[in-house]
């Protein structure tokens, strides 16, 4: 735009300086010439007063070069022009500038030879004599018998020359200052209409820049207006449209990225188009690395991208599970869905892939079925037994009364143990399957294991076990009571049933304060001088259905449950427990509780 307005200018400028000159040369010319025409007007009207008014004395006379001379001098003096006299001959006889008698003839100066021929001779021709452009004028002068030549006037022409200077002078002057201001006005007027175009370029180039809140600020009715408002109004609709396809887009982001399950789509040339923050979180990749790259970059995934492979090749929808191993060991529920463009039914587009982690269900899945399969193998032991016994009782092969009455016991003692592994059984699916209320309360725990120690002090009698209690007296804690007093009785119970027959049970319940802003806690020991359990058992116990020797649980009617519901127990009171043993000198089980319960960490 600059330079179409540079050139317009300079175009301008150019015609207007050349016609300018042209103007300025044919003054000159013209001053110069009706300059020129009247000094010849004049030297010639001087000429015949000269003829009319002058005594022409007889040129042969001695004297006469003399006299014209003189003469010549004279008119010189009043009319500042140089007067030569001149025979017919060309012999001068007399000069207002040089001796007559050092001169050459004249006879064939151009003015003399034209003044012969037409009567009038004028010429303008440079003087040796005076190195400047003079102007002759000659005419033929008759005066009686005394002069027949002629009379010549010239002058100089530097007065005239110096005119047409001066006149090229103030012309120039006149011409720059004309020139500048033809300049000054073109320059406005180009740009006058050049710079609203430039305006306007300068937002379109804006608008392309993707700075959409351009606009051109020209308010005119003409067609640069319109322009302008063109240019105004396309921004407009772009700003609008932008704005509708980001709200979508945010949305459409906003969607997939609080999806739970995995998005990768993958196009039809194999390169990763889109993940999703699910999808980056289960295989351990980053979107903005891996977009735009082969589905093949996800070979850390072995089994998953070979899946892919399979899908993208066939182009056939699928839905399968594979394992991974990072980030972290996991089962993934892989769906392909092939994709077509909406309009052409038939053209590929590539494949989705949604994941979904189901290692959680899966393995709750396992449990259940391992958990189904303990429970009828756990069953099926004591109803053998039962069945077995009163086979041989209704056989009627037992006579004596002794041995039918301990196998009564023994179907009485598989039966009861059968009950305990129901209700134990019912327990802990309620327990796990969270359908358990907590109902929590203050605990006095001096009250509360007052009932306790009163319960399980026959049992302990029996095997004349020493049962200690050492509960300080203002202790509380918050809990449900009912699921505390079955922790106790079940650990309790396993500390007598493990001890000896003389052996100890002590159990201490102590408040701990915490450094920091950890919340006091309660801490209880279960202790026992039992029969302990090995160390290779320790970390298992808390499992369901474990027993450290099947044969000494039995013994005692253990049913490998009651750990595992304690656990359960304390989890639900947010508390710990852990274990500590030596075989031959006893275990120790010992647990943490928080002395209030958070109310927004309540279990509902
Ligand atoms: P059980 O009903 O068989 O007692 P538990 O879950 O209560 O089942 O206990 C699991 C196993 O832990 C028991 O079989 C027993 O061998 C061992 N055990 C539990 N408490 C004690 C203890 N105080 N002393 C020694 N062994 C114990």
Redesign the pocket.
């Known amino acids: 735009m600059r330079q179409y307005r540079n050139r317009l200018t300079l175009i301008m400028l150019t015609l207007i300086g050349l016609s300018m000159l042209a103007a300025g040369l044919a003054m000159v010319t013209v001053f110069k010439q009706s300059h020129i025409q009247l000094l010849e007007d004049n030297m010639v009207r001087e000429i015949r007063l000269l003829q009319t008014m002058m005594e022409f004395p007889d040129t042969t006379g001695t004297d006469a070069v003399a006299y014209y001379t003189d003469r010549s001098l004279q008119l010189e003096a009043v009319s500042d022009a140089r007067v030569t006299f001149i025979l017919k001959d060309g012999k001068v006889i007399g000069d207002s500038e040089s001796d007559p008698l050092t001169m050459d003839n004249h006879a064939y100066r151009e003015e003399m030879v034209q003044a012969m021929k037409e009567g009038r001779g004028i010429t303008i021709r440079r003087s040796h004599t005076l190195q400047q452009d003079m102007l002759y004028v000659a005419l033929p002068v008759q005066a009686g018998v005394n002069f027949d030549g002629f009379i010549r006037l010239s002058v100089s022409l530097k007065e005239v020359d110096e005119g047409v200077k001066q006149g090229w002078i103030v012309m120039g002057i006149g011409l720059l200052v004309l020139f500048l201001i033809a300049a000054f006005v073109s320059y406005r007027v180009a740009k006058g209409l050049t710079s609203p175009l430039e305006k306007i370029t300068r937002v379109a180039r804006r608008i392309s820049r993707l700075e959409y809140d351009a606009r051109v600020n020209i308010h005119r009715k003409d067609e640069i207006g319109q322009l302008a408002q063109a240019i105004n109004g396309m921004a407009d609709s772009l700003q609008t449209q932008l704005r509708t396809i980001r709200d979508n887009e945010d949305l459409l982001q906003s969607v997939l990225n609080n999806m739970t399950g995995g998005i990768v789509m993958v196009n039809g040339a194999g390169h990763i188009m889109l993940v999703n923050r699910a999808a980056e979180r289960m295989l351990g990749i980053q979107a903005e690395v891996i977009t735009g790259k082969s589905y093949r970059e996800l070979k850390q995934h072995y089994e998953l991208m070979k899946l892919m492979e399979e899908g993208l090749e066939s182009r056939n929808s699928f839905h399968e599970e594979r394992n991974i191993y990072y980030p972290k060991e996991a089962i993934i529920l892989l769906d392909g869905v092939t994709m077509m463009q909406e309009e052409e039914q038939d053209t590929y587009r590539g494949m989705l892939f949604l994941l979904q982690d189901v290692s959680d269900i899966r393995r709750l899945e396992r449990m259940r079925s391992e958990f189904v399969a303990n429970v009828s193998h756990e069953l099926k032991t004591p109803l053998a037994a039962v069945k077995g016994f009163a086979e041989t009782l209704l056989g009627g092969g037992v006579k004596d009364e002794k041995t039918s009455r301990s196998f009564l016991q023994i179907i009485y003692d598989e039966s009861e143990r059968l009950n305990r592994l129901i209700g134990d059984i019912l327990e802990l699916s309620k327990i796990e399957s969270k359908r358990i209320q907590m109902e929590y309360s203050p605990v006095h725990l001096a009250t509360f294991f007052d009932t306790i120690s009163e319960m399980m002090r026959t049992v302990a009698e029996k095997k004349r076990i020493n049962l200690e209690l050492d509960i300080p007296e203002e202790l509380f804690m918050e809990g449900d009571e009912d699921k505390l007093r079955q922790i106790f009785m ?2 309790l119970s ?2 007598i ?3 000896q027959e003389g052996g100890r049970v002590h159990l201490t319940a102590r408040e701990r304060h915490h450094a920091g802003d950890a919340d006091d806690t309660v801490e209880f020991i ?1 202790q ?1 001088s ?4 090995p160390k290779k ?1 320790l970390p298992r ?2 499992e369901r259905f ?4 099947k044969a ?2 039995r013994g ?11 656990k359960h127990l304390v989890d639900l009171h947010h508390g710990t427990i852990k274990v500590e ?1 030596e075989l031959g000198i ?2 120790s ?1 010992i647990m943490e509780f928080p002395i209030l319960q958070e109310t927004d960490a309540e279990e509902s």
């Open positions: 079940n650990l396993n500390a049933i493990y001890t279960v026992d039992g029969i302990g359990i058992d116990i808390f474990y027993r450290v020797d000494r649980s005692s009617g253990g049913t490998g449950l009651g750990l595992s519901i304690v043993s006893g275990s089980f």
